[in-house]
Structures are given as C-alpha cells and as structure tokens.
T-cell receptor, first 112, second 114 residues
C-alpha cells in the first residue's frame, strides 16, 4: 500500500507567477484535500475533491484552484502568487467510508 | 463555525514522566476528533481519532486521548514520555454531519528532556 506522495518537495517562485503542485493519493482513497500551513500555524483547509468534483472549499480566494483526475490524483494551482502564499502545502487523501486521512510530506513553496 | 484551541504553545516534560497535551473544541453536537504529530519539515502523521464508542481512545506509539463531552476536551496523553516524542502536535475536529474537512488547532510543541 503506497502512501500519499507530493511533488515537488520545494519550490521557489516570484510574486505574480503561477504554480502547480501535485499529489498522488493513497491506494483505495477517492477523496483528496489540500491544506495550507503557514509558518508557526496549524494547517488551513483550502478545498476537497471527491470523484473529480470540488466537494467543499475553505476561505481561500478563487486564484486557488484544483483538479482531481480519474486515478484520484490531484493538482493545486495558485495564480498571481503573493508573498503570503509562502507556506507548506499539504495534501491528504481518504476514502468515503471512513475518517482516516493520510497526509503527504508536503510541498514547501517560497514566494519571493 | 467550529474551532479548536490548544492553550499551550509548548509543553516540557522529562523523559519517563507522563505527558499531557491539551485540546478543547467548539463544535455543535458530537464531533469527530483527531490528533496528528508533525516532525520537522515533514507532513502530518496520524496518531488517533475518536469517532464513537469508548471515550478513551488508544493510538499509535503508546499515545491515548480521552473524549470529555461535558468539558468539550480531547487531551492527548502518554504514560511515559520518550525523547523521540519531541515534535509538534495538532488537535483537529470534523463536525458530525458537516463538511469533511479538518479544522486544526494552532499546535503544541512537545519537548521531552533526557
């Protein structure tokens, strides 16, 4: 059983650029959630995808968008990057019949 | 809206002593409750969860937590701390019947001294 894998592990972008982060969910999991963890804070929910549809969204602007693919992997896209977008982005997968969330190791995004 | 409070930014304990990391929540009804641990530059590792049933939940690495409905608390405990337990601990909640998104506390850094 493979866990959740995220890529890349680290990324440096310039303010105003766009970025795409990727996540492969754990085998058997059809739900993917994305979280933003700023330095010294707890993770904040961005959005969740279930069977390729957005299934809930946190308090993040529309420039944060996502996709889920038929194999349940997912992407997080952020447009018009701002300095405050610098954070650890975490992906978590789960199955619809239980509340076991498996997290990836995250992507550390730095916006300069 | 739901919220989770972890009142201690840091907890210091000597190796071999019992440890407690506190968590209280504000959610209507009986929520689902979770504890996660985070090591430096890593993602979150699941420790335990309360869904239903016995209020005392046993989890990974010897950790346990007690759901107390009247005090709306879900404190994490371990009878004998190890130096390797030193990490950042997060309590999280999902409202029962609500959106299946975790709401996290701000985290508590546990430091176990040898």
């Amino acid at each position: 059983e493979t866990g959740v894998t995220q890529s890349p592990t680290h990324l440096i972008k310039t303010r105003g650029q766009q970025v795409t982060l990727r996540c492969s969910s754990q085998s058997g999991h059809n739900t993917v959630s994305w979280y933003q963890q700023a330095l010294g804070q707890g993770p904040q929910f961005i959005f969740q995808y279930y069977r390729e549809e957005e299934n809930g969204r946190g308090n993040f602007p529309p420039r944060f968008s996502g996709l889920q693919f038929p194999n349940y992997s997912s992407e997080l896209n952020v447009n018009a990057l701002e300095l405050d977008d610098s954070a650890l982005y975490l992906c978590a997968s789960s199955s619809e019949d239980n509340y076991g969330y498996t997290f990836g190791s995250g992507t550390r995004l730095t916006v300069v | 809206a739901q919220s989770v409070a972890q009142p201690e930014d840091q907890v210091n304990v000597a190796e071999g002593n019992p440890l407690t990391v506190k968590c209280t929540y504000s959610v209507s009804g009986n929520p689902y409750l979770f504890w996660y641990v985070q090591y430096p530059n890593r993602g979150l590792q699941f420790l335990l969860k309360y869904i239903t049933g016995d209020n005392l939940v046993k989890g990974s690495y010897g950790f346990e937590a007690e759901f107390n409905k009247s005090q709306t608390s879900f404190h994490l405990k371990k009878p004998s701390a190890l130096v390797s337990d030193s990490a950042l601990y997060f309590c999280a909640v999902i409202p029962r019947g609500g959106r299946r998104a975790l709401t996290f506390g701000s985290g508590t850094r546990l430091q176990v001294q040898p």
